[in-house]
Every structure is written in structure tokens, then in C-alpha cells.
């Protein structure tokens, strides 16, 4: 079945760092790929997605590129702030299915 | 927050009792979910509904059920909860027509005993 696999945390990082969350995907046909952010005591939160291969998701200064080739879609910053500090999910939605699968996650610390 | 209301946001229960976890949205959307959160799982699907008067199982859906009696309301019951039970839950909606995108709830933090 389809799966979603992610680098194990914590990463801890310093203010203005550059950020790179590994995640990995094993789906039939062309899966949406998405990336969802849960802060402190909070739900999660749509992050960014795309939907088909080369496809370049980006939002609040994140991006992913959806590689249909190597199956993955890594998340990037290039100056991380300590606002960030969260926990990062990587998610799929199979072609037609209904069903989202999600990583582990990843929490993130980063220090001022 | 508007879209997403799950009730209660904290339960405690002993081992065998039973209860009922409330969503209500008010986005007008077809689909939703719940989910379970528990460290180093990520998140586990339990039901899913695609539509009002439809439901499916997802992952994990042993020792739960679920009803969708309207197009607004998706309710998750423990019927005899268990420890291993004890979790984070989450409502969420698909934001489109079966995209993906999902809006969730604040959560409901249960704990058995």
C-alpha cells in the first residue's frame, strides 16, 4: 500500500539556517504530495502541496519539488526562524482514493 | 476557530467505559476524517466519510465507529475504551472535491485509564 516515510527528528538548528526535511513516497500512479505543519497544541496545517511530477510547492518562504523519479518531495528553507519551530508532516492522497496517508513527522527546533 | 469544531477537547475515562467524539463543520464540504495521533506514528487514519450517509475504514479502525448522519456532523464512539486507546484525535474536512487538502480541528486529547 501506500506510504510516506520522513527523517526521524529531532533537528535542532540556529536561527537563519538553512533547513532541509528528507521525505520519501511509495505510491501506485501519481500521487498529491503535501506538506502539513503542527504547531504547539494546535491542529495541523496545510503547508504547501503539489499534485504532479516537477510540480514546485511553496508557501511562507518553504518549498518542495515533487520528484516523480527519485519518489520524493523534500521540504526547504533557506533561513529558518525561530517561529518555525513546529512539528513538519509529509503526506500523500493516491490517485483516486480518499484517503491521506501521513509521516511520522518531524519536529523542528530552532534557536535564536 | 471557525470550520472545524471538535468536542470535547479533553476526556479522561476508565478502562470499559464508553463515550462519543463530536465534529461538526461548517465549510459545507462532502468528505471527512478522523484521525489518531500517537509519538513517532504520525497520524493514523481510523474512518473516513466521502459523503453524507457514507462510511469507510481506514487503518486503524478496530474498537471504534463512526456515524454521518448529516453533511455537517462526523462522530467517532469507543464503545469499551482501552488504554492503548488513549490519544490525540482529529476531525478534519477536505477542502476540495477530493483533493487531498485537509482542514483540521484543535483535537481531542483522550486518556484511559
Known amino acids: 500500500g501506500d506510504s510516506v516515510t520522513q527523517m526521524e527528528g529531532p533537528v535542532t538548528l540556529s536561527e537563519e539556517a538553512f533547513l532541509t526535511i528528507n521525505c520519501t513516497y511509495t505510491?501506485?500512479?501519481?500521487?498529491?504530495l503535501f506538506w502539513y505543519v503542527q504547531y504547539p497544541g494546535e491542529g495541523l496545517q496545510l503547508l504547501l502541496k503539489a499534485t504532479k511530477a516537477d510540480d514546485k510547492g511553496s508557501n511562507k518562504g518553504f518549498e518542495a519539488t515533487y520528484r516523480k523519479e527519485t519518489t520524493s518531495f523534500h521540504l526547504e528553507k533557506g533561513s529558518v526562524q525561530v517561529s518555525d519551530s513546529a512539528v513538519y508532516f509529509c503526506?500523500?492522497?493516491?490517485?483516486?482514493?480518499?484517503?491521506?496517508?501521513f509521516g511520522a513527522g518531524t519536529r523542528l527546533f530552532v534557536k535564536a | 476557530n471557525a470550520g472545524v469544531t471538535q468536542t470535547p477537547k479533553f476526556q479522561v475515562l476508565k478502562t470499559g467505559q464508553s463515550m462519543t467524539l463530536q465534529c461538526a463543520q461548517d465549510m459545507n464540504h462532502n468528505s471527512m476524517y478522523w484521525y489518531r495521533q500517537d509519538p513517532g506514528m504520525g497520524l493514523r487514519l481510523i474512518y473516513y466519510?466521502?459523503?453524507?450517509?457514507?462510511?469507510d475504514k481506514g487503518e486503524v479502525p478496530n474498537g471504534y465507529n463512526v456515524s454521518r448522519l448529516n453533511k455537517r456532523e462526523f462522530s467517532l464512539r469507543l464503545e469499551s475504551a482501552a488504554p492503548s486507546q488513549t490519544s490525540v484525535y482529529f476531525c478534519?474536512?477536505?477542502?476540495?472535491?477530493?483533493?487531498?487538502?485537509?482542514?483540521f480541528g484543535e483535537g481531542s486529547r483522550l486518556t484511559v485509564l
Open positions: 503526506a500523500l492522497r493516491g490517485t483516486g482514493g480518499f484517503k491521506t496517508i
Open positions: 505510491a501506485t500512479g501519481y500521487p498529491s
Open positions: 478534519a474536512v477536505d477542502l476540495g472535491d477530493n483533493t487531498g487538502e485537509l482542514f
Open positions: 466519510s466521502a459523503s453524507e450517509g457514507t462510511t
